[in-house]
């Protein structure tokens, strides 16, 4: 009897410092995003006072409007949308063609193939940065949008290609046989069969793909260099406020929640095939 | 008969199979190694991007000069520093995390979820928010220090060079650990629940338990996450770059060279051979990687 009750104490004592652990883990993970939508709501006379504050007294929206009547946010936020679309959609053609390519065509050279496109993958950005800006200026590209999507498609064709490369092979291959033995043309196969097939594929690397894109800084701050063409990420960067001392850091907040809020949205939506496709283009080998 | 019909399939494959390519190809030649090849070509030269500048040919005297360079020498402590303690950090984290993940408790998808926030922010952003918190006036981490009597009031965290670098490290962990945890999360659930039923009726410890069973098979997915993250702490350029920029990296002085002093004089030259010798660097542990990997293709 008192073997199985101080076993199942010992059960309780451990389910108990489980959840602890569990509290503990989400507060810190959580607390900085809650910090920002605080401070966000929260008045000036508020923020800028020597005390801890967790949530706000007189909550107000007013650097929320502030955010866009007071700097080109919404343009910020227009240009994001472009790059970080037109990244997505070509990547993911470009990625799907290659990918089916090397998955299902026989053909020569296919491990160097994918060997240079994966290398890519793990270039340091910043050694190509001097000399793609000295290309993309010689093209007339800086300050444009093709002059972003361009360098953003080939650092994410290694993970689309990857990711899309291992969706298509596990399609059944009696699928394309029997496509080819009704006239089926082996592209129209790939149109019209295999893509459909893989559109769960094509929506984790999509978004895997569109976060990247959205989330880049380092090429965006180099290319993109008038504040009307900055992309999110370099906009929130460059924030400054009306005098050189004091930054509005409610506006700052209210802009790092308005740009987030979607992206978490998105990621809870999807995080069962974001964990998927994250381990996928990281572990599979 | 046959063997005729083969060929002229093939052919058909390899023909469809280059023009499925190309684009990608396109894309990463342009875009990827072309730049490549001429930052080489231009770190043998002497030159900036201002006209007028006069190009000539230097060889490997840039390469040279980097030696006496005790600004690159201490970007390069910086950033192997920040290195060794954000992905030491950031696997024991990830670890913890995901061994909590892995238990069983109510509304576990809803915590797994809510852990990849931090993953899912622009890095430009999140170093915002900290920098935020770690206001010298305002910042809640900064008032609960002085607080707490660990910082003397009105002392700027991020302005000290380990006071900041610390600062970093924790924004670094912060973002990255949930990732670390996702891919040994995916680890742990390979592991059969039988092997730990065994081992408790041998009546091995937890301890043991995890050191003989988890660890073992767990030790590939280990390797592969510690080289990812590994690769990308010895690229970091945003979390520097935006929170402090007293405390440099290589990427950061790499681009302070390359974009702002290529202009006001004979830098750029110089700037692209730093740019090789990051990709050097990171070179040696991407091959430690892909032979880490073993990938394979058919």
């Given at each position: 009897m008192d073997l199985i009750k101080s076993y199942k104490t010992k059960k309780r004592i451990g389910k108990i410092i489980l959840y602890i652990f569990v509290i503990i883990m989400l507060i810190f993970y959580v607390f900085p995003f809650y910090y920002a939508i605080?401070?966000?709501?929260?008045?000036?006379?508020?923020?800028?006072?020597?005390?801890?504050?967790?949530?706000?007294?007189?909550?107000?929206?007013?650097?929320?409007?502030?955010?866009?009547?007071?700097?080109?946010?919404?343009?910020?936020?227009?240009?994001?949308?472009?790059?970080?679309?037109?990244?997505?959609?070509?990547?993911?053609?470009?990625?799907?063609f290659a990918g089916y390519a090397v998955a299902r065509l026989k053909m020569p050279g296919?491990?160097?193939?994918?060997?240079?496109?994966?290398a890519v993958?793990?270039?340091?950005?910043?050694?190509?940065?001097?000399?793609?800006?000295?290309?993309?200026?010689?093209?007339?590209?800086?300050n444009t949008y093709p002059g972003l999507i361009l360098p953003y498609i080939a650092l994410n064709l290694p993970l689309t290609t990857w990711i899309l490369h291992n969706f298509f092979k596990d399609i059944p291959i009696s699928i394309e046989e029997s496509a080819a033995i009704d006239g089926c043309s082996k592209f129209m196969t790939l149109w019209r069969i295999i893509i459909p097939l893989s559109a769960p594929g094509l929506v984790t690397t999509g978004l895997l793909t569109f976060i990247a894109a959205w989330n880049e800084f380092m090429f965006a701050l180099t290319f993109m260099q008038l504040p009307e063409k900055y992309t999110v990420p370099v906009a929130?960067?460059?924030?400054?406020?009306?005098?050189?001392?004091?930054?509005?850091?409610?506006?700052?907040?209210?802009?790092?929640?308005?740009?987030?809020?979607?992206?978490?949205?998105?990621?809870?939506?999807?995080?069962n095939k974001i964990v998927a496709g994250l381990t996928a283009g990281a572990v599979k080998g | 008969m046959s063997t005729k019909i083969k060929i002229h399939y093939k052919k058909k494959d390899i023909w469809l199979g280059f023009w499925l390519i190309l684009p990608a190809l396109l894309a990463?030649?342009?875009?990827?190694?072309?730049?490549?090849?001429?930052?080489?070509?231009?770190?043998?030269?002497?030159?900036?991007?201002?006209?007028?500048?006069?190009?000539?040919?230097?060889?490997?005297?840039?390469?040279?000069?980097?030696?006496?360079?005790?600004?690159?020498?201490?970007?390069?402590?910086?950033?192997?520093i920040f290195t060794v303690i954000s992905v030491s950090l950031e696997f024991v984290l990830g670890l913890i995390t995901a061994l909590i993940l892995n238990a069983d408790f109510a509304l576990r998808g809803l915590v797994r979820a809510a852990i990849l926030i931090p993953w899912a922010i622009p890095t430009s952003v999140s170093s915002q928010m900290w920098k935020w918190m770690y206001n010298d006036q305002y910042g809640i981490v900064s008032q609960i220090l002085y607080n707490l009597g660990w910082l003397a009031p009105g002392t700027p965290i991020l302005s000290n060079k380990w006071s900041s670098m610390f600062a970093i490290l924790a924004v670094d962990v912060w973002k990255t650990a949930p990732f670390m945890a996702l891919l040994l999360l995916a680890g742990l659930q390979t592991i059969p629940s039988e092997l730990y039923e065994a081992a408790r009726i041998d009546g091995a410890s937890g301890w043991k338990q995890f050191t003989k069973i988890t660890l073992p098979?767990?030790?590939?997915?280990?390797?592969?996450?510690?080289?990812?993250?590994?690769?990308d702490a010895l690229r970091v350029?945003?979390?520097?770059y935006i929170m402090n920029k007293s405390v440099e990296t290589l990427a950061v002085y790499n681009r302070h060279i390359l974009m702002d002093r290529a202009f006001t004089g004979a830098w750029f030259g110089y700037g692209s051979a730093i740019s090789v010798v990051i990709f050097l660097i990171i070179s040696i542990f991407a091959i430690i990687y892909i032979r880490s990997l073993n990938l394979k293709f058919e």
């Open positions: 605080t401070s966000s709501l929260t008045p000036n006379s508020e923020l800028f006072s020597k005390s801890i504050k967790l949530f706000p007294k007189n909550p107000t929206f007013k650097n929320y409007i502030l955010v866009f009547t007071e700097r080109p946010f919404h343009q910020n936020i227009i240009n994001s949308v472009i790059v970080a679309g037109a990244t997505t959609i070509l990547s993911l053609v470009f990625g799907a296919k491990v160097l193939i994918m060997s240079l496109i994966l993958s793990m270039f340091p950005q910043v050694s190509i940065l001097g000399a793609l800006f000295q290309i993309l200026r010689n093209m007339r590209l800086i929130i960067a460059m924030f400054s406020g009306k005098t050189f001392y004091e930054l509005p850091w409610g506006q700052l907040m209210a802009a790092a929640v308005i740009v987030t809020v979607p992206l978490v949205a998105l990621v809870l939506i999807f995080q | 990463i030649f342009i875009t990827a190694f072309f730049p490549l090849i001429k930052t080489f070509w231009d770190s043998l030269f002497s030159f900036g991007l201002r006209p007028g500048i006069v190009k000539r040919f230097v060889g490997f005297d840039n390469y040279i000069r980097l030696i006496n360079d005790t600004r690159f020498m201490t970007s390069l402590i910086n950033t192997l098979i767990l030790s590939p997915t280990i390797a592969v996450a510690l080289i990812f993250r590994t690769l350029f945003d979390i520097f």
